[in-house]
T-cell receptor
Protein backbone atom coordinates (compact mmCIF):
# COMPACT_ATOMS: atom_id res chain seq x y z
CA UNK A 1 0.00 0.00 0.00
CA UNK A 2 1.70 3.19 -1.16
CA UNK A 3 -0.84 5.84 -0.36
CA UNK A 4 -2.06 8.11 2.38
CA UNK A 5 -5.82 8.09 2.89
CA UNK A 6 -7.95 10.75 4.52
CA UNK A 7 -11.56 10.83 5.65
CA UNK A 8 -13.90 12.50 5.17
CA UNK A 9 -13.32 14.09 1.77
CA UNK A 10 -15.64 16.96 2.58
CA UNK A 11 -16.87 18.28 5.92
CA UNK A 12 -19.27 21.08 6.71
CA UNK A 13 -19.57 22.04 10.35
CA UNK A 14 -20.98 24.78 12.49
CA UNK A 15 -18.89 26.78 14.91
CA UNK A 16 -20.24 24.84 17.89
CA UNK A 17 -19.66 21.38 16.44
CA UNK A 18 -16.98 18.86 17.31
CA UNK A 19 -15.63 16.78 14.49
CA UNK A 20 -12.51 14.80 13.63
CA UNK A 21 -10.40 14.34 10.54
CA UNK A 22 -8.66 11.03 10.04
CA UNK A 23 -5.51 10.06 8.19
CA UNK A 24 -4.01 6.64 7.64
CA UNK A 25 -0.88 5.26 5.99
CA UNK A 26 0.56 1.77 5.78
CA UNK A 27 3.94 2.57 4.29
CA UNK A 28 5.79 2.15 7.57
CA UNK A 29 6.45 5.88 7.75
CA UNK A 30 7.35 7.15 11.20
CA UNK A 31 6.64 10.84 10.64
CA UNK A 32 3.18 12.25 9.98
CA UNK A 33 2.08 15.80 9.34
CA UNK A 34 -0.99 18.01 9.25
CA UNK A 35 -1.06 20.93 6.83
CA UNK A 36 -3.68 23.59 6.21
CA UNK A 37 -4.00 25.01 2.71
CA UNK A 38 -6.07 28.03 1.70
CA UNK A 39 -7.00 28.59 -1.92
CA UNK A 40 -4.10 29.61 -4.17
CA UNK A 41 -1.63 29.38 -1.28
CA UNK A 42 1.05 26.85 -0.39
CA UNK A 43 0.42 24.34 2.39
CA UNK A 44 1.07 25.66 5.90
CA UNK A 45 2.50 23.22 8.42
CA UNK A 46 0.39 22.72 11.54
CA UNK A 47 1.72 19.68 13.40
CA UNK A 48 4.41 17.03 13.05
CA UNK A 49 4.38 13.66 14.78
CA UNK A 50 7.57 11.66 14.91
CA UNK A 51 7.41 8.11 16.23
CA UNK A 52 3.91 8.83 17.53
CA UNK A 53 5.06 11.81 19.58
CA UNK A 54 4.18 15.41 18.81
CA UNK A 55 7.43 17.03 17.77
CA UNK A 56 6.28 20.28 16.17
CA UNK A 57 3.25 22.48 16.86
CA UNK A 58 3.39 25.59 14.71
CA UNK A 59 1.55 27.74 17.24
CA UNK A 60 -1.78 26.31 16.14
CA UNK A 61 -4.86 27.46 18.09
CA UNK A 62 -6.11 24.98 20.67
CA UNK A 63 -9.37 24.50 18.79
CA UNK A 64 -7.28 22.12 16.67
CA UNK A 65 -6.13 19.07 18.64
CA UNK A 66 -3.98 16.41 16.99
CA UNK A 67 -3.76 12.81 18.08
CA UNK A 68 -1.60 9.93 16.92
CA UNK A 69 -3.12 6.68 18.27
CA UNK A 70 -0.51 4.53 16.54
CA UNK A 71 2.15 4.71 13.88
CA UNK A 72 -0.38 4.36 11.04
CA UNK A 73 -3.07 6.74 12.18
CA UNK A 74 -3.29 10.48 12.67
CA UNK A 75 -6.36 12.38 13.78
CA UNK A 76 -7.18 16.05 13.96
CA UNK A 77 -9.94 16.92 16.40
CA UNK A 78 -11.85 20.09 15.68
CA UNK A 79 -13.88 22.11 18.17
CA UNK A 80 -15.33 25.61 18.12
CA UNK A 81 -13.83 26.46 14.76
CA UNK A 82 -14.17 29.80 13.05
CA UNK A 83 -15.22 30.46 9.44
CA UNK A 84 -11.63 31.47 8.63
CA UNK A 85 -10.58 27.90 9.45
CA UNK A 86 -12.30 26.78 6.26
CA UNK A 87 -9.56 25.26 4.08
CA UNK A 88 -8.17 22.07 2.60
CA UNK A 89 -6.53 20.01 5.34
CA UNK A 90 -3.79 17.77 4.10
CA UNK A 91 -2.13 14.90 5.88
CA UNK A 92 1.31 13.73 4.84
CA UNK A 93 3.73 11.07 5.92
CA UNK A 94 7.42 10.33 5.44
CA UNK A 95 10.16 8.06 6.57
CA UNK A 96 12.37 9.70 9.09
CA UNK A 97 15.15 11.38 7.09
CA UNK A 98 16.62 8.65 4.98
CA UNK A 99 20.02 8.45 3.46
CA UNK A 100 20.59 7.86 -0.20
CA UNK A 101 23.89 7.78 -1.97
CA UNK A 102 23.66 11.52 -2.26
CA UNK A 103 22.63 12.44 1.26
CA UNK A 104 19.64 12.29 3.49
CA UNK A 105 16.20 13.47 2.52
CA UNK A 106 12.63 13.44 3.77
CA UNK A 107 10.20 13.13 0.88
CA UNK A 108 6.63 13.61 2.03
CA UNK A 109 3.64 11.77 0.59
CA UNK A 110 0.36 13.62 0.79
CA UNK A 111 -3.17 12.35 1.26
CA UNK A 112 -6.08 13.59 -0.88
CA UNK A 113 -7.15 16.10 1.75
CA UNK A 114 -10.34 17.02 3.55
CA UNK A 115 -12.19 20.09 2.31
CA UNK A 116 -13.51 21.75 5.47
CA UNK A 117 -16.18 24.43 5.48
CA UNK A 118 -17.06 26.14 8.77
CA UNK A 119 -20.38 27.95 8.77
CA UNK B 1 15.03 32.03 8.09
CA UNK B 2 14.75 30.13 4.83
CA UNK B 3 12.83 31.96 2.11
CA UNK B 4 11.71 30.29 -1.09
CA UNK B 5 10.63 32.33 -4.09
CA UNK B 6 9.03 30.98 -7.20
CA UNK B 7 8.46 32.81 -10.42
CA UNK B 8 6.40 33.32 -12.27
CA UNK B 9 3.39 32.88 -10.01
CA UNK B 10 1.07 32.62 -12.99
CA UNK B 11 1.91 31.21 -16.38
CA UNK B 12 -0.39 30.98 -19.36
CA UNK B 13 1.12 29.22 -22.33
CA UNK B 14 0.12 27.59 -25.57
CA UNK B 15 0.39 23.92 -26.27
CA UNK B 16 3.66 22.99 -27.92
CA UNK B 17 5.65 25.80 -26.32
CA UNK B 18 8.56 25.53 -23.89
CA UNK B 19 8.89 27.38 -20.63
CA UNK B 20 10.79 27.37 -17.34
CA UNK B 21 9.65 27.88 -13.75
CA UNK B 22 12.26 29.17 -11.34
CA UNK B 23 12.69 28.44 -7.63
CA UNK B 24 15.19 30.56 -5.69
CA UNK B 25 15.98 30.01 -2.04
CA UNK B 26 17.86 32.02 0.51
CA UNK B 27 20.10 29.63 2.48
CA UNK B 28 22.36 26.70 1.72
CA UNK B 29 20.41 23.58 0.85
CA UNK B 30 20.88 20.40 -1.08
CA UNK B 31 17.39 19.00 -0.68
CA UNK B 32 14.70 20.31 -2.98
CA UNK B 33 11.35 18.88 -4.01
CA UNK B 34 8.91 19.67 -6.79
CA UNK B 35 5.20 18.92 -6.35
CA UNK B 36 2.22 19.17 -8.65
CA UNK B 37 -1.27 20.04 -7.42
CA UNK B 38 -4.42 19.84 -9.53
CA UNK B 39 -7.30 22.13 -8.48
CA UNK B 40 -8.93 20.89 -5.28
CA UNK B 41 -6.60 17.90 -5.15
CA UNK B 42 -3.60 16.87 -3.13
CA UNK B 43 0.10 17.35 -3.80
CA UNK B 44 1.82 14.81 -6.00
CA UNK B 45 5.57 14.40 -5.66
CA UNK B 46 7.33 14.99 -8.98
CA UNK B 47 11.04 15.22 -8.29
CA UNK B 48 13.52 14.96 -5.44
CA UNK B 49 16.81 16.79 -6.08
CA UNK B 50 19.61 16.06 -3.65
CA UNK B 51 22.86 17.43 -5.00
CA UNK B 52 24.39 20.21 -7.00
CA UNK B 53 23.92 19.57 -10.69
CA UNK B 54 21.14 17.03 -10.14
CA UNK B 55 18.87 16.72 -13.14
CA UNK B 56 15.74 14.60 -13.33
CA UNK B 57 13.27 14.15 -16.17
CA UNK B 58 9.80 12.69 -16.37
CA UNK B 59 7.98 13.05 -19.65
CA UNK B 60 7.81 16.71 -20.66
CA UNK B 61 9.13 17.96 -17.30
CA UNK B 62 12.77 18.31 -16.37
CA UNK B 63 14.03 19.62 -13.02
CA UNK B 64 17.53 20.72 -12.13
CA UNK B 65 19.32 22.01 -9.06
CA UNK B 66 22.20 24.48 -8.79
CA UNK B 67 23.08 24.68 -5.11
CA UNK B 68 25.74 27.32 -5.66
CA UNK B 69 23.22 29.67 -7.26
CA UNK B 70 20.51 28.48 -4.81
CA UNK B 71 18.28 27.88 -7.80
CA UNK B 72 16.16 25.08 -9.14
CA UNK B 73 14.37 25.11 -12.47
CA UNK B 74 11.41 23.14 -13.75
CA UNK B 75 11.49 23.10 -17.54
CA UNK B 76 8.41 22.28 -19.55
CA UNK B 77 8.96 21.00 -23.08
CA UNK B 78 6.21 21.10 -25.71
CA UNK B 79 3.48 21.77 -23.18
CA UNK B 80 0.18 19.92 -23.36
CA UNK B 81 -3.12 20.76 -21.69
CA UNK B 82 -2.72 17.92 -19.17
CA UNK B 83 0.17 19.79 -17.59
CA UNK B 84 -2.17 22.53 -16.38
CA UNK B 85 -1.80 22.56 -12.58
CA UNK B 86 -0.05 24.42 -9.77
CA UNK B 87 3.60 23.52 -9.26
CA UNK B 88 5.30 24.00 -5.90
CA UNK B 89 8.95 23.78 -5.03
CA UNK B 90 9.86 22.98 -1.43
CA UNK B 91 13.29 23.32 0.16
CA UNK B 92 14.82 21.82 3.28
CA UNK B 93 17.80 23.47 4.86
CA UNK B 94 20.45 22.29 7.28
CA UNK B 95 19.29 19.92 9.98
CA UNK B 96 15.61 20.72 9.49
CA UNK B 97 13.71 18.12 7.52
CA UNK B 98 10.61 20.29 7.41
CA UNK B 99 10.25 21.82 3.94
CA UNK B 100 9.56 25.45 3.22
CA UNK B 101 7.24 25.79 0.26
CA UNK B 102 7.33 28.39 -2.45
CA UNK B 103 4.10 30.22 -3.27
CA UNK B 104 3.44 27.98 -6.25
CA UNK B 105 3.21 28.59 -9.99
CA UNK B 106 -0.25 28.29 -11.50
CA UNK B 107 0.21 26.94 -15.02
CA UNK B 108 -2.51 27.00 -17.65
CA UNK B 109 -1.82 25.43 -21.02
CA UNK B 110 -4.16 26.55 -23.80
CA UNK B 111 -4.92 24.42 -26.85
Amino acid sequence: DTEVTQTPKHLVMGMTNKKSLKCEQHMGHRAMYWYKQKAKKPPELMFVYSYEKLSINESVPSRFSPECPNSSLLNLHLHALQPEDSALYLCASSHEPRTSGRGSYNEQFFGPGTRLTVL
Amino acid sequence: ELKVEQNPLFLSMQEGKNYTIYCNYSTTSDRLYWYRQDPGKSLESLFVLLSNGAVKQEGRLMASLDTKARLSTLHITAAVHDLSATYFCAVESGGSYIPTFGRGTSLIVHP
